[in-house]
């Protein structure tokens, strides 16, 4: 078949090449002309382990093709996936001006046939006011919701081997194209679930919320773990192999980051608030992640003898989660806003973010390597659970350091190792070891 993508960030980008490597022919169009230039060279503008691999494969196979304007090419296509950004507005709400601009534009190329997609996270309704505005222009058939659950850093695999796949739509012959379009993976036994538009995309935003939830509940008890004494990690672990809940998503950290969490849960409770609605659960969850930054700067004064001013502290990790360059929404922002806040001195270091930090952190002093970063620091705090900082070598790291403060808001560092290393070990809802 042949598709277009409308966007190629994290999601569009990903979903596009992998569409291609199960077979289709695409076209993958963005406003950003610099991102089209660097994908017309087989070069990826994000990093996502193993896409640009996938992505030189299927440009040398022929299937796959860069625009940055909506062109003539978007005639011939039999569906077109609208995967531009959905951030949030100021007062919560999910900014849905791109996905108009998108539509509009689509509009004036399509076929009357061709099946337009929405797989950007909308609120529900968005669907069906995007099909009245194609309707206007003469399209014939249901626009169909397709809600994304790709995590960055996994996206691949997620694309091959997604729990389960949501089409909302109320016509067969969008339903038909979708079954088409996904049939690889449904010969695999991947579950396509149909339902109306409205509940599809409300799917999107349950999932969220419920994972977010699971995480906001974690750290909470986190943080009782410290009080009563008790080990966190034992704890998940053991509640997570109670199947009916699951061990996924419960590692207690720093809160939740990125660019969708955040933002789905802050939509979710606008829609709720508009609809004259409750989500109580909602609220608290909301407000749990909101003020995590800020126990996290305590917890690092804490560890500091109550005293940040002219401390020096090394940040070890950057981006919201491991494996991604993304900077939206991390919880590094509010945590070193709240570190400089109480006259501390920050040096940070990040495998894949650098490139990225002038446009969240303004000047930030940067070094290119772990050990760089924590030449004569006060105290290292690690706030991205990246594989290398597992391995950080902490008998260099003691040798470098003026202080011997460790704050490890991950819990990836073996605390025995850090103690036998002559460090002092803090971490995440555990007994603070001593020597
Ligand atoms: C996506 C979804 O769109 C979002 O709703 C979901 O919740 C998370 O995933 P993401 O891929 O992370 O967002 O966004 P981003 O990386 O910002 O990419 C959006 C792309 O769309 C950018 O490359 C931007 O240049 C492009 N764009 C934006 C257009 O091509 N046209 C526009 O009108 C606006
Ligand atoms: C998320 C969704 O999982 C995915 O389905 C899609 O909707 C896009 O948004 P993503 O934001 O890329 O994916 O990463 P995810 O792995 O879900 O992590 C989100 C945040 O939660 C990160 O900050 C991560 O560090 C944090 N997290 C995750 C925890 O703190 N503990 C956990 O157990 C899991």
């Not at 399509?110 to 222009?137: A, D, F, H, W, Y």
């Not at 109480?342 to 940070?348: F, K, L, R, S, Y």
């Amino acid at each position: 078949m042949k598709l277009a993508f409308i966007g190629t960030g994290y999601v569009g980008l990903v979903s596009g090449v992998m569409m291609s490597h199960l077979g289709h022919h695409v076209i993958c169009i963005d406003v950003d002309k610099s991102k089209i230039n660097l994908l017309k060279e087989q070069k990826s503008p994000i990093f996502e382990p193993n896409l640009e691999s996938y992505l030189l494969n299927c440009s040398n196979q022929g299937r796959i093709e860069f625009s940055h304007g909506y062109d003539n090419k978007l005639s011939e296509v039999d569906c077109v996936f609208i995967t531009v950004g959905t951030p949030s507005m100021e007062d919560g709400g999910a900014d849905l001006s791109y996905i108009y601009e998108a539509a509009d534009k689509v509009a004036q190329h399509i076929r009357p046939e061709c099946v337009v997609v929405i797989k950007s996270t909308v609120p529900p309704g968005t669907c069906q006011s995007v099909q009245n505005l194609l309707i206007k222009n003469g399209f014939k058939n249901s626009v169909v919701s397709n809600p994304e659950f790709l995590r960055e850093g996994s996206a691949i695999s997620d694309f091959l081997n997604p729990d389960r796949i949501v089409v909302g739509t109320s016509d067969q012959h969008s339903a038909l194209i979708m079954e088409q379009i996904y049939l690889p993976l449904i010969n695999q036994g991947i579950k396509l679930v149909f339902t109306d538009l409205i509940t599809s995309e409300l799917i999107k935003y349950a999932s969220n919320s419920f994972l977010a939830a699971k995480i906001a509940f974690i750290n909470e008890m986190a943080d009782l773990c410290e009080i009563v004494g008790a080990d966190v990690e034992v704890l998940s672990e053991a509640v997570g192999l109670d199947k009916r809940i699951g061990a996924s998503f419960l590692k207690a950290g720093p809160g939740f980051g990125g660019s969708c969490f955040p933002k789905d849960i802050l939509a979710l409770q606008k829609l709720t608030m508009a609809s004259k609605g409750q989500f109580l659960l909602l609220d608290a969850l909301i407000t749990a992640n909101q003020t995590r930054a800020d126990k996290m700067v305590q917890k690092i004064k804490a560890a500091l003898s109550n005293n940040l001013k002219n401390k020096t502290i090394a940040i070890l990790g950057l981006t919201y989660k491991a494996g991604t360059d993304d900077l939206r929404s991390s919880p590094s922002i509010p945590i070193i806003e709240g570190l400089k806040k109480e006259g501390a001195n920050i040096i940070a270091y990040d495998p894949k973010a650098l490139k990225n930090v002038s446009k969240y952190f303004g000047s930030l002093d940067c070094r290119n390597s772990s050990i760089d970063a924590i030449s004569d620091a006060d105290a290292l705090v690690i706030i991205t659970e990246w594989p290398e900082f597992k391995d950080l070598d902490l008998a260099t790291a003691k040798k470098v350091m003026k202080g011997n403060v460790i704050v490890d808001l991950r819990n990836i560092l073996n605390p025995e190792r850090v103690i036998s290393n002559g460090f002092e070990y803090h971490s995440i809802g555990r007994r603070k070891l001593t020597s």
